[in-house]
Antibody
Framework: QVQLVQSGAEVKKPGASVKVSCKAS????????VNWVRQAPGQGLEWMGI????????HYAQQFQGRVAMTSDTSTSTAYMELSSLGSEDTAVYYC?????????????WGQGTLVTVPS | SYVLTQPPAVSVAPGKTASIACGGD??????VHWYQQKAGQAPVVVIY???ERPSGIPERFSGSNSGNTATLAISRVEAGDEADYYC???????????FGGGTKLTVL
């Protein structure tokens, strides 16, 4: 079955960077977009950006431009999201989510989430 | 960028129908997707492209979209339906995926 498995929880100091991985299985990794979505404690879902693993093309939400980098490795079917210049406001659960269908406009499969904590 | 507005909370008695609204400017011209998120879990898609239901999602879940409001309806509500529900669209102008603020469904 289609599955996305993310790396474990992280605790980072303010100003540091974090890199979260998302390993896909059960489908051809290059055939679907991978999105990243985060959720601060007690808050809603926030879309961060998207990557096309086939060609490496990416598109980031405006509020993360210059601070986020999404990459993918088709040899290991793994997507990565790196967020830099961390502040306490970046404390959140970070999810990867597969784009559904050919357009990728919705999310048909989600990873289990990775908690990133940035103590103030 | 495009804004989606949801009521923060909806309450419903077991066995009744819950309706969760998602408002947006001419949202009827867009495709709306809905996610269910139970406490401590990742979201799960329950409706995509306005009214399509993924395999494994009960027929009790349905969606509609017209004018400035999209609606997720859950008929014969069960205790297990208690969760946060989010609507989502693709904004063609910004090429961003956009979420509503979420609605907490409480089963009385």
């Amino acid at each position: 079955q289609v599955q996305l498995v993310q790396s474990g929880a992280e605790v980072k100091k303010p100003g540091a960077s974090v890199k979260v991985s998302c390993k896909a299985s059960g489908y051809s990794f290059s055939d679907n977009y991978v999105n990243w979505v985060r959720q601060a404690p007690g808050q809603g879902l926030e879309w961060m950006g998207i990557i096309n693993p086939s060609v490496g093309r990416k598109h980031y939400a405006q509020q993360f431009q210059g601070r986020v980098a999404m990459t993918s490795d088709t040899s290991t079917s793994t997507a990565y999201m790196e967020l830099s210049s961390l502040g306490s406001e970046d404390t959140a659960v970070y999810y990867c989510a597969r784009g559904g269908g050919t357009s990728g406009y919705y999310f048909d499969t989600w990873g289990q989430g990775t908690l990133v904590t940035v103590p103030s | 960028s495009y804004v989606l507005t949801q009521p923060p909370a909806v309450s419903v008695a077991p066995g009744k129908t819950a309706s969760i609204a998602c408002g947006g400017d001419n949202i009827g011209s867009k495709s709306v997707h809905w996610y269910q998120q139970k406490a401590g879990q990742a979201p799960v898609v329950v409706i995509y492209y306005n009214d399509e239901r993924p395999s494994g999602i009960p027929e009790r879940f349905s969606g509609s979209n017209s004018g400035n409001t999209a609606t997720l309806a859950i008929s014969r509500v069960e205790a297990g339906d208690e969760a946060d529900y989010y609507c989502q669209v693709w904004d063609s102008i910004s090429d961003h995926r956009v979420f509503g603020g979420g609605t907490k469904l409480t089963v009385l």
